[in-house]
């Protein structure tokens, strides 16, 4: 529904969207609920929030500065957009910090109150850019949205810095007249999410519905504009972002695998929203543990593996520094163990707030001795769903470690997720172990814990307390077979070449990698991780130009799949797009002595499509990167 108006509406099929203030002007739950409208009206969403690294840097600096960036549309779409077309800028540094983005002729919307001469010294601006012409190249629109929101709120008995905080609605409220969003949602959040403080419901809903006036009466706009539903598959669909749609997939695990899921996990950026998603579920077969430090979350996770429940400890790089010598021991007792990194910029603190896809090599090989372990990786933010079954079910059925990786980009981003029918979801279930398996030359019968499955080679998996079946558990290396204490050079030699093999044996339950190639191409382009999105929007330009690529994309990354030798040799050129240095490039150069193509980007945000959309032209016209 949309306030009447006498106004165009103009079609778009569709729009790029910034959301850009200091970090305490709700930049993120503006976006959000733009993002909600557009999701109830059903159009398809790529969303990007961009958080500050400080938890309060002073008001109206740059480095305070919040954004959230979202794209909806009436088709499919796999990117939250390169450019935004219309910015929202609360004050002098949100303009400043973002303003090279905004694609030009874009629409741009100023909260002109706080362009006073301290904000715009703050930001290092030396005129006034909304009156220097400096901007001439945008359509600007200077709307005094803070003295607006207090004009709305002032007769409810609020004091005006309280007033001032429901500015973001304001905002909101006009853009969501602006491009025809419903709008019954957003109030009916406001009364919810503040439902405990009637004042600040009464201030937020009046200064939406100030916003959405303003934008119908006012005669600076001519038009608004519709993007109509897009055609998504039938079924019911909900908004997640990664974090979320990875919480739900352990929890389908879960229930799937008819075992108790238990999280140990220490707070860190950005992996701290899935120990709070979990917390929120305990209805279902489930414990969250906030540890007192990395070290204690991962060490409780597999007590938990070994009491007969699924282990899971969430973190991002440096906690992985801190959970290594744990997951060597894991390795050792052959324990399934799920280890979620949602991996940030480094090294040390790094970039704790921005993305990127640097632990490859690290949860690899990050690890003292011979200890390999599975490694798979999330595509988008609903696939976070399926990874995180797919992990569960590896560690499961090989007793192995497994490092499931995401991003920062996945974690906070969000897309449509269309919610399955849970009995179409794989059945993940194990046996444990209740009786002797080993006859012995005397006639007794005993357990052997390292007597492995002929396919799997995993071990078998007994509960704690099963009589009948006591057996060591340790770091120390295990005899084959028996698990008794051995440092026997041989043995020890056999039992890294089998903790290897076992590995190895999970290419065997794998889906060999699909690869997109309509046409015959030369050039492939192969992705991981969170590349996904801006790999398929690049390929699918370039196609459009007449020009033939094709596109894989690993999910599997220890193991890969048993076909990608073939794959790889069956192209000229393989361009590898990666958010950092070129880890998987060098993995692939030395498992299958392969050149490869490097494109890399660390500068803490994703792709545009339109760096990979160049970087493939130029290798079709027989340029270098």
């Known amino acids: 529904m949309t306030v009447a108006s006498d106004k165009r509406r103009i079609n778009l099929d569709a729009l790029v969207i910034r959301f850009a203030g200091d970090s305490g002007d709700g930049m993120q739950v503006a976006g959000d609920r733009f993002t909600a409208g557009s999701a109830i009206f059903g159009n398809d969403i790529a969303t990007f929030p961009n958080y500050p690294a400080e938890i309060r840097a002073p008001a109206g600096t740059l480095a305070g500065v919040s954004a959230f960036q979202v794209q909806i549309a009436d088709h499919d779409i796999y990117?939250?957009?390169?450019?935004?077309?219309?910015?929202?800028?609360?004050?002098?540094?949100?303009?400043?910090?973002?303003?090279?983005?905004?694609?030009v002729g874009g629409v741009l919307i100023c909260n002109s109150d706080a362009f006073d001469k301290r904000n715009l010294e703050k930001a290092g601006y030396q005129s006034n850019p909304t009156e220097d012409g400096s901007l001439d190249n945008y359509?600007?629109?200077?709307?005094?949205?803070?003295?607006?929101?207090?004009?709305?709120?002032?007769?409810?008995?609020?004091?005006?810095?309280?007033?001032?905080?429901?500015?973001?609605?304001?905002?909101?409220?006009?853009?969501?007249?602006?491009?025809?969003?419903?709008?019954?949602?957003?109030?009916?959040?406001?009364?919810?999410?503040?439902?405990?403080?009637?004042?600040?419901?009464?201030?937020?809903?009046?200064?939406?519905?100030?916003g959405r006036h303003f934008g119908e009466t006012t005669e600076a706009f001519e038009s608004s504009f519709e993007i109509l539903p897009s055609q998504l598959t039938p079924g019911e669909y909900t908004n997640l972002t990664g974090?979320?749609?990875?919480?739900?997939?352990?929890?389908?695990?879960?229930?799937?695998?008819?075992?108790?899921?238990?999280?140990?996990?220490?707070?860190?950026?950005?992996?701290?929203?899935?120990?709070?998603?979990?917390?929120?579920?305990?209805?279902?077969?489930?414990?969250?543990?906030?540890?007192?430090?990395?070290?204690?979350?991962?060490?409780?996770?597999l007590g938990a593996s070994f009491g007969g429940a699924i282990g899971v400890t969430t973190t991002s790089g440096p906690g992985v520094d801190l959970k290594s010598e744990t997951i060597g021991l894991a390795v050792s007792l052959e324990l399934p163990l799920i280890l979620v990194d949602v991996q940030r910029g480094g090294p040390s603190t790094g970039l704790p707030t921005k993305a990127e896809q640097s632990d490859l090599l690290h949860v690899l090989f990050g690890r003292h001795g011979e200890a390999p372990v599975a490694v798979v990786a999330a595509a988008?933010?609903?696939?976070?769903?399926?990874?995180?079954?797919?992990?569960?079910?590896?560690?499961?059925?090989?007793?192995?470690?497994?490092?499931?990786?995401?991003?920062?980009?996945?974690?906070?981003?969000?897309?449509?997720f269309c919610i399955p029918d849970p009995e179409e979801l794989p059945d993940i279930s194990i046996e444990f172990a209740t009786s002797p398996n080993k006859i012995l030359s005397d006639g007794s019968e005993v357990f052997w814990p390292y007597l492995r499955d002929q396919d799997t080679l995993a071990r078998p998996l007994a509960r704690p307390g099963t009589r009948?079946?006591?057996?060591?558990?340790?770091?120390?290396?295990?005899?084959?077979?028996?698990?008794?204490?051995?440092?026997?050079?041989?043995?020890?030699?056999?039992?890294?070449?089998?903790?290897?093999?076992?590995?190895?044996?999970?290419?065997?339950?794998?889906?060999?990698?699909?690869?997109?190639?309509?046409?015959?191409?030369?050039?492939?382009v192969l992705g991981w991780g969170s590349t996904h999105g801006a790999i398929l929007a690049a390929v699918n330009e370039v196609r459009k130009l007449g020009k033939k690529i094709a596109r894989a994309h690993l999910v599997h990354l220890n193991p890969f799949p048993k076909n990608l030798s073939e794959i790889l040799n069956r192209y000229e050129t393989v361009l590898i797009p990666e958010m950092n240095t070129g880890q998987l490039a060098m993995v692939i150069r030395s498992t299958f002595l392969k050149d490869v193509v490097q494109l890399n980007k660390i500068q803490g945000i994703p792709f545009k499509v339109s760096e990979i959309k160049a970087a493939l032209i130029s290798l079709l016209d027989g340029g270098q990167l």
Request: aromatic share 8%; charged share 20%; net charge negative.
């Open 468 to 524: 009948g079946l006591e057996h060591r558990i340790g770091g120390i290396e295990k005899a084959d077979g028996t698990g008794n204490i051995s440092y026997d050079p041989a043995n020890h030699e056999l039992m890294v070449r089998l903790r290897a093999a076992k590995i190895e044996r999970i290419a065997d339950s794998i889906p060999p990698l699909q690869v997109d190639d309509p046409d015959g191409a030369s050039i492939l």
């Open 243 to 301: 974090n979320m749609a990875l919480s739900w997939g352990l929890i389908a695990a879960s229930t799937k695998a008819s075992l108790p899921l238990f999280l140990g996990s220490y707070p860190i950026t950005p992996a701290s929203d899935i120990l709070h998603e979990l917390s929120k579920h305990r209805n279902f077969n489930l414990v969250t543990f906030q540890a007192e430090d990395e070290i204690a979350a991962v060490g409780s996770a």
């Open 139 to 210: 359509k600007l629109y200077s709307v005094p949205i803070t003295s607006l929101t207090l004009e709305a709120c002032k007769d409810i008995g609020a004091k005006p810095r309280d007033a001032e905080r429901s500015k973001n609605f304001f905002a909101l409220g006009l853009i969501t007249w602006l491009y025809d969003r419903p709008y019954q949602s957003t109030l009916d959040f406001i009364k919810l999410r503040y439902a405990k403080n009637p004042q600040v419901v009464e201030a937020n809903t009046l200064a939406f519905n100030a």
């Open 79 to 103: 990117t939250p957009g390169d450019s935004p077309m219309v910015l929202v800028a609360m004050n002098p540094a949100a303009l400043k910090a973002n303003i090279a983005d905004l694609a």
């Open 380 to 416: 988008t933010p609903a696939h976070c769903f399926e990874a995180a079954i797919e992990a569960v079910r590896i560690a499961l059925m090989y007793r192995t470690p497994v490092y499931l990786l995401s991003d920062g980009y996945l974690a906070n981003g969000s897309e449509p």
